[in-house]
């Protein structure tokens, strides 16, 4: 690394994902929330992406931990900070299956992520549409651009799956996935992630 003679070339600022790379991104956090399921977490997963690249991952893992705080999108910032050796995640986006809770849309505040895509609302704990609108705020430090809907089908059907599978076959038939997986949520108090 010597032979570079006076200051670097500016890097170019890296792109944020588009809207036409949002199915494959969500898919890479899909696998993430599919190993949560695996050690008996909610099925949610997060991925943080620059420049083209997912540089972290992360699942949720409350149970798994026993920490309330080891939501998916909380542990895939960590290990982004982590990895690019800074807190400030300015030029990274942020794809979690579900809706951010307060928590995890605080932190992605906090974070100034410029961009958080998410699959599928949550209508009891989510923080960017449903519950409040966090990222919406004109008071807030910084307002990331959002976007939703991603592979929403394929991630309220594995909640749905993974909800059923929990309790047996009594209660989830048909497609009162979303219904289902609400009671569920109020049983458990906000199971949800995101
Ligand atoms: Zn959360």
Not at 17 to 27: G, N, T
Not at 71 to 87: M, V
Not at 138 to 159: D, N, S, T
Request: with cysteine; glycine share 10%.
């Amino acid at each position: 690394m010597t032979d570079h003679r006076g200051a670097p070339p500016p890097e170019d600022p890296p792109s944020l994902p588009s809207v036409a790379d949002d199915e494959h991104f969500m898919a890479t956090a899909i696998d993430e929330a599919r190993a949560a399921a695996g050690h008996g977490d909610v099925p949610i997963g997060a991925v943080v992406v620059r420049d083209g690249e997912v540089v972290a991952r992360g699942r949720n893992r409350r149970e798994a931990d026993g920490d309330p705080t080891a939501h998916a999108e909380i542990l895939a910032l960590r290990e982004a900070a982590r990895t690019l050796g800074r807190w400030r995640l300015q030029d990274c986006a942020l794809y979690v299956t579900v809706e951010p809770c307060a928590m995890c849309a605080g932190a992605a505040i906090l974070a100034r992520l410029p961009l958080i895509v998410f699959g599928a609302p949550e209508e009891k704990t989510g923080a960017v549409r449903s519950t409040v609108d966090l990222f919406d705020d004109p008071r807030a430090l910084h307002r990331p651009k959002w976007r939703m809907g991603a592979r929403r089908e394929e991630i309220e059907r594995m909640l749905g799956e993974f909800f059923s599978g929990r309790r047996g076959p009594r209660e989830v038939e048909g497609e009162g996935i979303s219904s289902a997986r609400s009671s569920d949520m109020n049983d458990e108090r906000g199971q949800q992630d995101g």
